[in-house]
Every structure is written in structure tokens, then in C-alpha cells.
């Protein structure tokens, strides 16, 4: 099974390339703005190094936060695009999967993972499954952290390959988004002649 796996839920924009349990290729570049454009062509350059084209997928692997509100959004809706361009299936893997995962591949069974929050806090999850809380880093002593971006990407894609195929990817959203609503007066809509 062929895998393209891909997250941008932070400050930046990951992508992972599994064949099998080999990683073909990987990547992770910062930045603060321009995942969306910055994706596709990071996937593309992936695809060129292991010599495959987009038809050789198999499936898809997207990290769906928690996270920067738009960046979760971008990776998702690309997954689902993809899946549906493809006809192959989209698997969510949220950021706090991942970190259970990778402790216990450690041989350790993280008690809390987190994932760092907007003010200084942290979204933080017990076991896997179990409620997001929003706490101050004191009240996490000991947890598990997200790993460097393109590990994160790889396990993504690894937690992807093992899952049964369900519903389409969706964001996890610790909270709901802040956006105010625009103070601009709605368009004037005309009727048609």
C-alpha cells in the first residue's frame, strides 16, 4: 500500500511518502503562511523522488489537529479533494493519535499528550479518545508532545495504513473558531431580468 500523508495544522507543511512500512520520502518546511499554496508542490516533489505519479496512491493520511484553525483546514480539504479525484480513501489522524502512538512505539504509555495552544496553554488529551481540555503547562507536568513535523507526518501516514477506512476527514477543533463576523454590509443581490 502506497500512502501520501500530510499535515499543516502549526507552522508549517509536512508530507510523508510510505510504501508499505518504508518511508520513500519525506519533508518539512516552516513557515507561518503559505501551506496552501506551498502543498501541492511539496507533495509533487515527494511523488518525483520515490519516481511515482499521483494514480499510484493508495491512500491518503491527513493530521486533522488540533491546531491553527486554517492550516487544519487546508490539509483537510485537500485530503478529501484528493480522495475523491483518486477514488482511494482519506484517513483523519489527529495530532494527539499521534503522539499516543509514538509513546507507545517508545515502549512508554504517555498519560497526556499536548499540543501547544494559543496564550500560552495547552490542548491537552488524557488517553486516546478521551475529552480535549484547555489547561496552563502547569497542569501538564509529564506530557508527551507533538513530535518534529515531518515525524509527525510519518506517523500519520503509519496510523493511516493501519486504519479501516470510514467516514471522510474532519478537523479537530479544541474550541470553537474566534473569527468576528465582518462589519461590512452584506452585497446587494439583484434580481435577474
Known sequence: MTILAFDTSAAHCAAALLSGDTVLASRAESMTRGQA????????????EAGL?????DRIGVGTGPGNFTGIRIAVSAARGLALGL???AIGVSTFDAIFAGSMDAGDRAMMAAVPA???LLHVQDAPGA?????EPADAPGAAFPPEPEALAIRIARIAASR??????????ARPADAAPARDAPPIILDEP
Open 37 to 48: 499554496e506551498r502543498l501541492f508542490p511539496l507533495c509533487e516533489e515527494l511523488l518525483a
Open 53 to 57: 505519479r499521483w494514480s499510484d496512491l
Open 87 to 89: 477514488g482511494v480513501p
Open 118 to 120: 494559543p496564550r500560552g
Open 131 to 135: 475529552e480535549i481540555r484547555t489547561v
Open 164 to 173: 479501516t477506512p470510514g467516514a471522510a476527514p474532519a478537523p479537530v477543533y
